[in-house]
């Protein structure tokens, strides 16, 4: 039962150019969502998160959207640059119970110069 | 300020052997959590810990699995009698603690087990 998916496993784009990468949940318990990015060998790094109440959250070239009703989160990145090349990963937590986070499969980003 | 510090990065063990995983957390976190990743896969969460409780196991298989935060040390995940399939990557996680409205889990490098 997969709970978080990413159905994009790879996704190429030019230096520059936005980036959007994709995630849909299923358990309408989450309420707080969170994107990591990996490199290989590495362990995930933390990029931005959203909670339920807001629908937007933004932090220099990152913003994350969230729709609830769609259930359906969204990573831009604007303007893509080579180092953000790396494997992307959404996670959801239902923070009034188990801190627990929830990965999606992951998205790999190549950014194209 | 240190991040969340995992040792040894990597480890080879033999069929039947034990595995121990070490996970320092960032300082001021009181929370620790470990993920296991395997090849082509996300993170899977396993167990949550705070200093000398276990507030949520659900994720760890129900045999030869163990782990523990004592009041001094490290977090130590345990793997008893390992086996092929236990091989991946063994991430740990920490955060401080829960409020103010923010829930991000800062991630070690990861341990890589290799059974052979």
């Known amino acids: 039962d997969q709970q978080v998916k990413q159905n994009s496993p790879s996704l190429s784009v030019q230096e520059g150019r936005i980036s959007i990468l994709n995630c849909d949940y299923t358990n309408s318990m989450f309420d707080y969502f969170l994107w990591y990015k990996k490199y290989p060998a590495e362990g995930p790094t933390f990029l931005i998160s959203i909670s339920s109440i807001k629908d937007k959250n933004e932090d220099g070239r990152f913003t994350v959207f969230l729709n609830k009703s769609a259930k359906h989160l969204s990573l831009h990145i604007v303007p893509s640059q080579p180092g953000d090349s790396a494997v992307y990963f959404c996670?959801?937590?239902?923070?009034?119970?188990?801190?627990?986070?929830?990965f999606g499969q992951g998205t790999r980003l190549t950014i194209n110069p | 300020n240190a991040g969340v510090m995992q040792n040894p990065r990597h480890l080879v063990r033999r069929r039947g052997q034990e595995a121990r995983l070490r996970c320092s957390p960032m300082k001021g976190h009181s929370h620790v959590y470990w993920y296991r990743q395997l090849p082509e896969e996300g993170l899977k969460f396993m167990v949550y810990?705070?200093?000398?409780?276990?507030?949520?196991e659900s994720g760890m298989p129900k045999e030869r699995f163990s782990a523990e935060f004592p009041k001094e040390g490290p977090s130590i995940l345990r793997i008893q009698q390992v086996v092929r399939g236990d091989s991946a990557a063994y991430f740990c996680?920490?955060?401080?603690?829960?409020?103010?409205?923010?829930?991000?889990?800062?991630f070690g490098p990861g341990t890589r087990l290799t059974v052979t």
């Open positions: 996680a920490s955060s401080p603690p829960l409020t103010g409205g923010r829930y991000e889990q800062y």
């Open positions: 996670a959801a937590s239902a923070v009034r119970g188990a801190q627990k986070l929830v």
């Open positions: 810990l705070q200093k000398e409780n276990i507030i949520d």
